[in-house]
């Protein structure tokens, strides 16, 4: 093995480097996904719940609405933002498997 050549990952031709960055960027795009569901499940319906209760939303009370419905519709919201963004990061990395 040359000394000189990068280590490199076995699916992809990127070097170590380039892997670091990828899961640099991966990791916080989840944390910051997971923050804003955590804001929306806990903040919204549980601690925030009282003073969100004077709205209503389909007749129900808003802190209501987002415990039982609106954390779970906000979670299949990010799954969908996750897909597109790491299309774009793994795009970016060249890591992407797409034949375009």
Do not use: C
Not at 27 to 55: C, H, K, N, P
């Amino acid at each position: 093995m040359d000394t000189n050549t990068p280590p490199r990952t076995e699916d992809h031709d990127v070097t170590e480097d380039v892997t670091k960055a990828y899961w640099r960027e991966n990791l916080t795009l989840m944390g910051i996904l997971l923050s804003i569901w955590f804001a929306v499940s806990f903040g919204a319906g549980i601690l925030a719940r009282e003073w969100l209760d004077q709205f209503s939303i389909g007749g129900a009370p808003l802190g209501f609405w987002f415990a039982q419905q609106g954390a779970i519709f906000v979670f299949v919201a990010l799954i969908f933002i996750y897909v597109h963004r790491m299309h774009k990061i793994e795009q970016k990395y060249g890591m992407s498997d797409d034949n375009d």
